[in-house]
């Protein structure tokens, strides 16, 4: 699970997450004898968002979820999602 960290909009390092997300680049970021290469994507908050969003509550979610799809013919499911976003809203061919 990651970790939220605030940073100062005026840093550098947000300076150059922006111009990464706009470049569609990722960024390099190093910590002593180690190397992170990060892809990074721009996602603003709202609010209302971050007062609902509780990382416990999701966790317990995602547990709580395992294995729902035991028993799934997994293929037969990708096969027919994919089948699905090919299709317009009156489910019609794109």
Do not use: C, F, W
Request: charged share 30%; net charge positive.
């Amino acid at each position: 699970m990651h970790s939220a960290m605030n940073i100062n909009p005026e840093s550098e390092l947000s300076r150059r997450l922006k111009e990464a997300v706009a470049e569609k680049k990722p960024v390099r970021l190093t910590s002593g004898d180690t190397v992170y290469v990060l892809q990074v994507q721009a996602h603003e908050m709202t609010p209302k968002t971050e007062r609902r969003y509780d990382p416990t509550q999701i966790r317990q979610g995602l547990a709580r979820s395992s294995g729902a799809l035991r028993g799934v013919d997994l293929a037969a499911l990708k096969k027919e999602l994919h089948e699905a976003r090919e299709q317009d809203s009156t489910r019609r061919s794109a």
